[in-house]
């Protein structure tokens, strides 16, 4: 099951999640495979405080994709994986090794 994190739902999945309380009530119920993530989300939250929440918690699946279209956001969402054990040879699909 695919789970998209945006306030923009461009990216294909089952779920999408404009905020990181829903997201996180997602990961925290169901399987899932891919997380697709924006950095801007509805509400106080980033993509960031997301991504740190799921790698804390360890309920982030092996594949993120990036999906923030601006730059310095993107690498911002980028560190953060990659501080987590994330991997990528494109700095937008992320792999846990």
Not at 62 to 72: A, G
Request: aromatic share 12%.
């Amino acid at each position: 099951m695919r789970l998209a994190v945006s306030k923009a739902g461009f990216y294909q999945a089952d779920f999408y999640c404009s905020d990181s309380r829903s997201a996180k009530k997602i990961l925290n119920e169901r399987q899932v495979s891919i997380v697709a993530i924006d950095f801007y989300l509805v509400g106080r939250d980033t993509g960031c405080d997301f991504l740190r929440w799921g790698l804390t918690k360890n309920l982030l699946p092996s594949f993120v994709v990036i999906t923030e279209r601006d730059r310095n956001k993107r690498i911002q969402l980028a560190n953060t994986l990659c501080s987590g054990g994330y991997r990528s040879a494109d700095n937008t699909t992320f792999i846990k090794h």
